[in-house]
């Protein structure tokens, strides 16, 4: 079985994905006076597909470093939580306890019985803007490691800090900053419904899904191979087609949980959604299967 490798100490084509958020925010804060409409629109557009990307590299940066150097490491870690819009300690933590339950109880990030697909996205969109109170009671709690809480702190006060201080600049402009994060985060927390469609938290073999899509997989560093992921969380973007093969030959992908459609394929998010709004959430028992499997960096 492949042994998680630590990665390059700089993943040169990650770094390139965050570097073009680099690109887009300034020139979106300094273009945003001398453009019409259609322009300004455009640039939110450029800016919500920046944040998806983005999103591929904060994940996989989570679990294996993509810039290992120390002071680097931080200052991206920092960075990547803003280009989300998510603080980067808390969502941290709120990923960590995701790999420690598998989408099964206990999973903050659960979707509730009969909770719809939508429904699903806006909640876990939109509450912790609106009602942050137990989400940050959940990781201030959790945030006991050594400077994390120093950490957490920090973090909002980067995101939520950084958007308050855009809006009071230039409403519409912060406003319009804001807006792409939202949206932005609504697709990304549809990415965690696609890929524990059907899944059960109980079962090592159908902890997720695995989409073989060579395009998505190809522009999102392999993040179809979801089970694979959540089976050995460390091993390393690269590795995981060859790691997703292994398990197959043992018995721990199952085939009904492999699909060619990738989770952005509208044949896939069609399904999804019909199934997710015509039947209730299946309950489910506590995930022991990875609970103790060490699954990121610090």
Not at 31 to 42: A, E
Not at 121 to 131: D, E, G, I, K, Y
Not at 253 to 271: D, G, Q
């Amino acid at each position: 079985m492949t042994r998680p490798s630590p990665g390059p100490a700089l993943d040169l084509p990650q770094l390139a994905v965050h570097a073009l958020w680099w690109v887009w925010f300034p020139s979106f804060l300094l273009s945003w006076d001398h453009l019409g409409l259609w322009g300004r629109v455009g640039m939110c557009v450029i800016g919500w597909a920046v944040l998806f990307w983005n999103y591929a590299v904060l994940h996989n940066h989570m679990h294996v470093s993509m810039a290992r150097p120390k002071v680097l490491h931080w200052v991206v870690s920092r960075t990547l939580g803003l280009a989300c819009g998510f603080p980067y300690r808390g969502y941290y933590i709120h990923h960590f306890n995701h790999h420690r339950y598998n989408d099964g109880p206990g999973d903050w990030g659960q979707r509730r019985p009969g909770e719809g697909a939508l429904r699903y996205c806006l909640r876990s969109a939109l509450t912790p803007w609106f009602w942050p109170f137990e989400a940050v009671a959940n990781v201030w709690r959790w945030a006991k490691k050594r400077n994390q809480r120093t950490e957490l702190v920090l973090d909002f006060l980067v995101v939520d800090g950084g958007i308050l201080a855009v809006i009071l600049w230039r409403p519409a402009l912060g406003l319009a900053w804001w807006g792409v994060l939202l949206v932005g985060q609504v697709c990304i927390h549809w990415l965690n419904l696609a890929a524990h469609f059907e899944t059960d938290s109980t079962q090592k073999a159908a902890l997720g899904t695995t989409s073989t899509s060579r395009l998505y997989n190809l522009f999102f560093f392999n993040a179809g191979y979801h089970q694979a992921h959540h089976v050995k969380p460390q091993v390393a973007w690269r590795e995981l087609p060859v790691v997703t093969a292994e398990l197959a030959g043992t018995a721990l992908v199952r085939a009904e949980l492999v699909t060619s459609l990738a989770p952005i394929n509208p044949f896939w998010v069609a399904k999804v959604a019909k199934r997710y709004s015509a039947e209730p959430c299946d309950r489910q028992t506590a995930s022991t299967i990875t609970s103790g499997t060490p699954t990121a960096v610090t």
